[in-house]
């Protein structure tokens, strides 16, 4: 048995002394005149083809349909459903409308403090966003081209929006105003996904009330017994958007 063990360790010792022999680095010296003295662009074969446009957008219509989500809405129902048509200009300026409608009910938070024994509210019982219309102003900032491989090439828009609009509740319509950025990836020549990011300020009622009136059982209070204040709002817009 010893004798075996040294015959295992002899093994190993020349098995580490020829891989060190077979991978000692080696100091390969060249002419300098074979050294590159400077570096070089990338040459295409179809230079035009690269640098020319895809998507020419100036003089024509923009036609969008979107989903849009209320990240920061409290109580009412964060889901709403829009459309959108634009004008562009030119390849930098566009001018459009836009209308989206709020889905009936309450956010997931609102249900969850509903479901809560100690306060037996009922949001249901304060005024709700039910419709925006904004005229919606796009400044085109960078156009690019995105290629995932030899034979796919997404034609990319980034832009920042400037609304300006108004927003109706169950009792009152508010003006608002509205800035973000957005994104477009167009898949074909007409087609693009659209992705909006957008604050929202408008006057609008806080859905409280003191005392208990907003509790179960309670008759529901006027809307005009709500206060009102400057409310901010941050909305995500995604859907489709075809250009013609």
Known sequence: MLKNGFK???????????????????????PPEELAQESVLPVFDKAVSVKNRNIVTAKRWDVDVFYGYAMTE????VSKFGLGLYYNFDESHALGLMYSYNLAGLSDYAKQIEQTPATKLDFTKAPMPK????????????????????????????????????????HKTYPAIAGGLGQKFYFNKNWALRFDLRL???????????????QVGTPAPDFSEFEERVMFTTNLDVGLSYLF
């Open 74 to 77: 409290p109580i009412a129902n």
């Open 200 to 214: 929202f300020i408008n006057q609008g009622p806080v859905p409280f009330l003191g005392g208990n009136k907003m």
């Open 8 to 30: 295992a360790v002899m093994i190993i010792v020349l098995a580490l002394l020829l891989h060190k022999a077979a991978f000692a680095a080696e100091v390969v010296e060249l």
């Open 131 to 170: 419709s925006t219309l904004m005229a919606d102003y796009n400044i085109k900032a960078f156009y690019g081209k995105m290629s995932l491989s030899k034979s796919l090439v997404f034609n990319t828009i980034l832009y920042g929006s400037a609304s300006l609009g108004a927003i109706q509740y169950d």
